[in-house]
């Protein structure tokens, strides 16, 4: 009774609001014919009132403003759109019909009380909204459990955002994929499979995703347990992420925790993201984009691609990844593409990543196959003007590996400031690789290996290899 408390109130205060509306304006509406029937007429012949007064009648009121009916401060609470708020029932129509009614007031917020659990199904709320939207995310959102209950329809994401402009998504809460069950029909994955494993699809959905939609910022909230990515933008522009969680166990298969695509102006910051594959997954058509304080592990680090797979066009730039800690990741500072792929990657910097018990702490690797066996081909996307710059702390395998097409070298590629021990637990390889690979090694370097790591010059397939792609992304 208590939680439903507040709506009552906001019930209530509509059913006032709404019948002094119906009783003042049956009330003008009776002055006014009043007025009409006694209306004097005018003579025809000099303009005065015959039969009255010549002083002017006074002006009807205004009629009262129609609208969406008034709220506390324009806050949508799911409760009062019939939400249960206990994990079993479904909240679906409840969340949508409180974004919808949001959706047409200008600052608005959609809230989702705290201690209370809501079970919702595969949604897509949807734009274009009046301006300065939020999401007040308190309580927990959990996606269906059964994963072989899910629409076939709907496995690509869980909670679709269309066409949204200038939204909020904050709060206390968390945003629960409950991917048990999705990755227990994976090889990798070695929780012992259940009932559902053999009716579960291929594909799995991204917990939450955007699509086409800018200036989103996302902050203070937690995701956990995706099926697959955490959280998604695709098609985007003027993204900020800020102060958030995101975590799954380190044997979820592909559950990246935010994976850009064709998105630009990006940025992430000042958050702990540790799942079963990349911390943050940067693909093809994105551009400025600024990864910064993040605590990354368990995973596979931060990583550009794979890209050009199937033989398609990447295009990535102006990528900065600073001021990162990663722990017992498989991958640190990592660029990936596929071989047979075109396009160019080019003004890239990862620099002041602390790295513990990392295998591969800097890399990169132009003949990426997740597959027994790839097929090996001589095209590939083009990479130049990669700076790895002060990353230091110990390597669990092998310190630098880089491995770059035999058609197109990697160029412009600089090693400054490198200190990599090896593990305590595990010594790995001392010698670092660097196949086809142009640029410089300065400043302080361990192991030593790295300073006779890279070729010198290239400027001559430099120009050749930018030429080749170049005028193909921009």
């Not at 910051?269 to 368990?298: A, E, F």
């Not at 035999?406 to 412009?412: E, F, Q």
């Amino acid at each position: 009774m208590k939680r439903n408390r507040s709506c009552f109130v906001m019930s209530l205060l509509m059913m006032v609001f709404v019948t002094f509306s119906i009783i003042y304006v049956e009330a003008r509406n009776k002055i006014h014919n009043k007025h009409k029937l006694h209306k004097p007429h005018k003579n025809s012949s000099n303009g005065h009132i015959r039969g009255g007064s010549s002083s002017p009648l006074p002006a009807p009121a205004p009629l009262p403003h129609y609208g969406p009916p008034p709220t506390q401060m324009g806050i949508f609470n799911v409760m009062c759109f019939g939400a249960k708020g206990n994990g079993i029932s479904d909240d679906s129509m409840a969340l949508r019909a409180a974004w919808n009614g949001a959706c047409k007031v200008a600052g608005a917020t959609v809230k989702i009380p705290a201690k209370l659990k809501f079970l919702i199904m595969p949604i897509t709320l949807q734009g274009p909204c009046l301006p300065g939207l939020t999401l007040q995310i308190d309580g927990t959102l959990l996606a269906p459990p059964d994963a072989s209950s899910w629409p076939k329809s709907s496995l690509f994401q869980w909670i679709n955002f269309k066409w949204v402009q200038n939204l909020t998504i904050k709060g206390s809460g968390t945003v629960d994929g409950q991917g048990y069950n999705w990755w227990s029909s994976s090889e990798s994955y070695d929780m012992q499979k259940s009932y559902y494993s053999k009716h579960i699809p291929d594909m799995k959905p991204t917990a939450i995703r955007f699509y086409a939609s800018n200036y989103i910022i996302v902050r203070d909230i937690k995701i956990i347990n995706s099926p697959l990515c955490h959280l998604k933008f695709d098609s985007s522009k003027g993204i900020n992420v800020n102060n958030i969680t995101i975590s799954s166990p380190e044997n979820s298969p592909n559950t990246d925790g935010i994976h850009l695509q064709n998105t630009q102006d990006v940025e992430i910051q000042h958050s702990d993201i540790g799942t079963g594959d990349d911390c943050v997954s940067i693909q093809t058509g994105c551009s400025n984009v600024h990864v910064h304080h993040i605590n990354c592990g368990p995973g596979h680090g931060i990583s550009l691609g794979g890209l050009g797979k199937d033989n398609s066009m990447a295009c990535v730039s102006n990528i900065i990844v600073e001021d990162i800690t990663m722990r017992n990741t498989l991958y640190g500072a990592r660029i990936k593409t596929w071989q047979g792929g075109i396009g160019i990657v080019k003004n890239v910097s990862f620099s002041r990543i602390q790295v513990y018990d990392v295998s591969y702490p800097i890399t990169i690797d132009q003949y990426y196959c997740d597959k027994h066996i790839c097929k090996n081909q001589t095209g590939t996307v083009v990479i130049s003007g990669v700076k790895f710059d002060q990353i230091s702390g110990s390597y669990a395998t092998q310190p630098v590996h880089l491995a770059c097409s035999n058609s197109i070298p990697c160029t412009d590629v600089d090693l400054t400031d490198i200190q990599l021990r090896p593990s305590l637990t595990n010594r790995g390889f001392q010698q670092t690789l660097c196949w086809n690979s142009y640029g410089k090694s300065q400043g302080s370097l361990l192991p030593s290996s790295i300073d006779y790591c890279l070729r010198s010059g290239g400027g001559s397939i430099k120009r050749i290899a930018r030429s080749r792609d170049h005028s193909l992304c921009y």
